[in-house]
C-alpha cells in the first residue's frame, strides 16, 4: 500500500505524469532494481555516489557492487546484503521509473526522502505494512474527519487497498476522492446493516469492469456479461465479508451483508456522507464509491 501512494506523490509533485507512471506500473513485473538503488534505499549511497560509481565502471570491466567497494562507498559485506535483499515494490517502482527516462536517481533519492519525512514512514512500514501505519496513510490522504464514523471509513478504506493488492494487483495508484455527481449506469453494490450502516459502489467503463473481473476470476474474460458483474459483485461480496469478520473480532461489532447486487442504472441521489475513490490500475479506473 505505501508503494501506491508513493506513486500517487510523485503525481501530486509534478515528478512523473499519469501516463509515465500507467506505463511503468505494466513493467514492474519485469523491472528488477540495480544494486545502487537498493543501496540508496538502505541509507548507504547517495544518488550522486551511485551515478559516480557507473561513471567508473564505463572504464573498467568490474561488475558495479565491486566497483562500488573499490571506490570506498560500501563494504563486501554491504554488497553481499543488498544482493540477497528482496526488494519493496516502491524501489521496484523507482527503477522502472529510473530505466525508462522519466526520473533521474538523484530525484528518486529526494522523492523517496520526503515522501517518508513528509508521512512518517519507516523501511520497516513499507515492508511489513502494519494496520497502524496504513491506517494513518490513509487518515492522512483522504481526511475522512467530515465524515460520520470516520475511523471505520479509515479501516474499511486500508482494508479495500490491501484487498485489492491480493486480489486484483498492486499496479494501481489511488487518486484523491470527490464528490458524488449524478447517476451510475452499471455498478455492483451492496449494503452492510447491523452495528454499522455502509455501501459500496463498484463503477468502471466496460473495458475495466472486464480486466478487474479477468484478474479476481484468474480467467480470461472478453464481454462484459452476466458473469463478468457476477464477478465484480463477488469482489465486494468477499472484501465486505472480511471486514465483517475484522470488526466482530476487533471491536465486538455485529455486521450483516446483504446480498450484492449489480444495477444497470443507480440513484446516486439516496446517498449521503459518501465519497469516491478512484483507484487507477494500469488497466484503467476503477471508482468505489463507499457510503457510511
Known amino acids: 500500500m505505501f ?6 506523490y510523485l503525481l501530486q509533485q509534478q515528478l512523473v505524469s499519469p501516463e509515465h507512471l500507467s506505463e511503468v506500473l505494466l513493467t514492474m513485473k519485469d523491472t528488477r532494481p540495480q544494486i545502487g538503488m537498493l543501496a540508496i534505499n538502505a541509507g548507504l549511497m547517495t544518488a550522486v555516489q551511485v551515478e559516480k560509481a557507473h561513471y567508473e565502471q564505463q572504464k573498467a570491466d568490474k561488475r558495479i ?17 543488498l544482493l540477497k535483499t528482496q526488494p519493496a515494490g516502491h524501489i521496484v517502482l523507482g527503477q522502472a521509473l529510473v530505466n525508462s527516462g522519466y526520473m ?16 512518517s514512514i519507516s523501511d520497516a512500514d513499507f515492508s511489513s505494512e502494519n494496520d497502524a501505519s496504513a491506517q494513518r496513510l490513509v487518515r492522512n490522504f483522504y481526511n475522512f474527519n467530515s465524515i460520520n464514523g470516520s475511523g471505520y471509513m479509515t479501516g474499511y478504506v486500508s482494508l479495500l487497498f490491501k484487498n485489492l493488492i491480493r486480489f486484483i494487483g498492486s499496479d494501481f495508484t489511488p487518486m484523491d476522492a470527490r464528490a458524488l455527481m449524478g447517476a451510475l449506469s452499471a455498478c455492483a453494490a451492496q449494503r452492510i446493516e447491523g452495528g454499522l450502516h455502509a455501501l459500496t459502489i463498484i463503477d468502471a467503463d466496460a473495458s475495466s469492469m472486464i480486466e478487474f473481473a479477468s484478474r479476481f476470476t ?7 456479461d452476466d458473469y463478468t458483474h457476477a464477478c465484480i459483485s463477488n469482489f465486494i461480496n468477499l472484501h465486505n465479508g472480511i471486514f465483517a469478520g475484522s470488526m466482530a473480532n476487533e471491536e465486538g461489532l455485529r455486521l450483516n451483508l446483504e446480498s450484492q447486487r449489480f444495477y444497470e442504472r443507480f440513484d446516486m441521489s439516496e446517498l449521503s456522507n459518501a465519497c469516491v475513490i478512484p483507484v487507477c490500475f494500469s488497466f484503467g479506473t ?4 463507499i457510503s457510511m
Open 3 to 8: 508503494t501506491q501512494f508513493f506513486g500517487n
Open 65 to 81: 557492487g565491486d566497483v562500488m567497494v573499490d571506490m570506498g562507498y560500501i563494504s563486501r559485506a554491504d554488497v553481499e546484503k
Open 104 to 119: 533521474t536517481t538523484s530525484q528518486f533519492e529526494q522523492a523517496l526522502n520526503s515522501y517518508k519525512t513528509e508521512n
Open 218 to 224: 484468474n480467467e480470461h474474460l472478453t464481454a462484459e
Open 286 to 289: 476503477v471508482n468505489f464509491i
